[in-house]
């Protein structure tokens, strides 16, 4: 199972690290997405990091502020997310699948965390 932490309430331009780990550590066989879903808006895929690390995707609304990384060693996903803007408001997701690909944002992910929630607001 997935756990994700790290969320919370920050001002604008604040910076915030969530986490997306597992109980059972089979997370660094895995390839890990970030998701983020706002209130009456659908899901965006935020980032992907193959399980080795070495291939990342990004957003185009993150891309430049946000970073995915991983510590295998910890069995952790970081989702680093810098000059937070009030549309990055949204509950944050981490779901692991094999692999990223071009269309790691539309495609179906077996495993998924329950969330935390983000709010960027004065």
């Known amino acids: 199972q997935l756990v994700e932490s790290g969320g919370g309430l920050v001002q604008p331009g604040a910076s915030l690290r969530l986490s997306c780990s597992d109980s059972?550590?089979?997370?660094?066989?895995?390839?890990i997405a970030w998701f983020r879903q706002a209130p009456g808006k659908e899901r965006e895929g935020i980032a992907c990091?193959?399980?080795?690390?070495?291939?990342?995707f990004y957003a185009d609304s993150v891309r430049g502020r946000f970073t995915i990384s991983r510590d295998n060693l910890k069995g952790t996903v970081y989702l680093e997310m810098n000059s937070l803007k009030p549309a990055d408001t949204g509950t944050y997701y981490c779901?692991?699948?094999?692999?990223?690909?071009?269309?790691?944002?539309?495609?179906?992910?077996?495993?998924w965390g329950q969330g935390t929630q983000v709010t960027v607001s004065n």
């Open positions: 990091n193959s399980n080795s690390g070495l291939v990342t």
């Open positions: 059972e550590y089979w997370l660094p066989n895995y390839a």
């Open positions: 779901a692991a699948d094999n692999g990223c690909s071009d269309s790691w944002y539309q495609k179906e992910y077996p495993h």
